[in-house]
């Protein structure tokens, strides 16, 4: 099943020294059976760009609570053999258990340096969107106004010497 792993600059720094992610709390985001039945209409590739965009989200909190981590979202792309839905924390969200080794990996998903005022933004009210709060879910769709930047594993040291 592909996964997408929310993440930080510093955890692509990890993954990159030891070969394997450990995403925290086994937390992915996926095209599960809850997210298919959420939507009326949209192709499985439509529903994993949904899936990747819960990933950003949750990137945000990761984010913030590392006060040094660089200020650009960053979501994992990987094929594991098992992930548990978990319908009771959201319609995309799994559990995998155990390190996402680097050859699992299909790709690696990053904002560009001009994002990073936006994420700097949207760090500070995540969670204030999630309790409705409109002015703050405004400043999160300007943060998704940036695409992430698509990578190969194989470019992830290239990348990381670059920021």
Known sequence: MRVYIPGTVTMLRELNAAGELKPLNGTAFALTPALREAYTTGSAE???????????????RLIGDDPDAMRRRVVIAADV???????????????????????????????????????????????????????????????????????????LPFLLELM
């Open 46 to 60: 439509d529903l994993e760009y949904v899936a990747m965009a819960d990933a950003a989200r949750a990137s945000l």
């Open 81 to 155: 053999d098992t992930a548990a839905p978990r319908p009771d924390l959201d319609n995309s969200v799994v559990r995998i258990t155990g390190p996402v080794v680097v050859k699992d990996i299909a790709s690696i998903h990053v904002d560009a340096a001009e994002a990073e005022p936006a994420v700097r933004a949207a760090v500070l009210v995540v969670d204030a969107a999630d309790m409705g709060d409109e002015d703050a879910e405004f400043v999160l769709g300007d943060v998704a106004d940036h695409d992430l930047a698509w990578y190969a594993t194989q470019e």
